[in-house]
């Protein structure tokens, strides 16, 4: 077990299939059996990336580059085509809001299934509810189906219990932008509070202020391909002059 590095991605590529002209019903299947156009897209082409225990890392790039893929390659949520991703320690992650929830379920019922997806027990769970459930400032809607929230009270949830799971990696898809200014400031007081603490986060994000901001290091990823990775100051500068 590597002991310095909390992320290993060795050699990794990633590719998906799009159908054109796919045919739906089994008429059309036979019909049209040679007639379904497929290209195959290479999202990501020998990313080699180790991130230290203790890092805060901010991958940055164009629509299109690769950078939520590769967040969803390190939580196992897809795989590579070829190559490998290694995690050491607890893993907690931010990348689509609200998933995992049950729209049917009240905001309490939803805690116990996303927390448990996170590993925790049931007792671990019933020991942290008051903590998630104040972090959330939803104590008057927590017993309410979730269908019934805001996009931001979505978010406010999920945020609540992936920052309450106690997870030595965190990964976050740009969720701090949905919410009112004072809920994100709250999310921004606690990224900085578990970088203190040595965790380690990973951050996907347009804003190049929140890169700066929380980011030890940040990764550019162009086209599929790392063009830099560095120093902040240096890469975000670099990337803005080029995509300004």
């Avoid at 230290?52 to 629509?63: A, P, Q, T």
């Avoid at 299934?113 to 459930?133: H, P, V, Y």
């Avoid at 898809?173 to 965790?199: A, N, P, R, T």
Wanted: charged share 25%; proline share 1%; net charge neutral.
């Amino acid at each position: 077990m590597d002991s310095e590095n909390a992320i290993i991605v060795e050699n990794v590529y990633k590719n998906f299939n799009v159908y054109y002209d796919r045919t739906n019903t089994i008429k059309e299947k036979i019909l049209f059996w040679n007639k379904s156009k497929k290209e195959v897209r290479e999202i990501l082409k020998g990313i080699n990336l180790n991130i230290k225990k203790g890092e805060v890392v901010g991958l940055i790039g164009v629509n299109g580059s690769g950078k939520s893929t590769l967040l969803k390659l390190m939580t196992k949520i897809i795989y590579p085509n070829k190559g490998k991703i290694t995690t050491n320690g607890k893993l907690t992650s931010l990348l689509e809001l609200g998933a995992g929830f049950h729209p049917d379920f009240s905001g309490r019922e939803n805690i116990y299934f996303n927390a448990s997806i996170f590993g925790l027990t049931k007792k671990e769970i019933d020991k942290r509810l008051n903590q998630i459930i104040e972090f959330s400032e939803l104590e008057g809607y927590i017993d309410n189906p979730v269908r019934t929230y805001s996009s931001g009270m979505y978010m406010r949830l999920a945020f609540s219990v992936a920052i309450n799971v106690d997870a030595d990696i965190l990964l976050v898809d740009e969720i701090l932008s949905v919410g009112d200014q004072h809920f994100q400031e709250k999310c921004y007081k606690k990224i900085e509070d578990l970088k203190e603490q040595g965790k380690t986060i990973v951050i996907v994000t347009h804003g190049m202020d929140t890169v700066n901001r929380f980011c030890t290091r940040a990764v550019w990823l162009h086209q599929g391909e790392i063009k830099m990775d560095g120093d902040v100051k240096t890469v975000t500068d670099a990337y803005i002059r080029e995509t300004a």
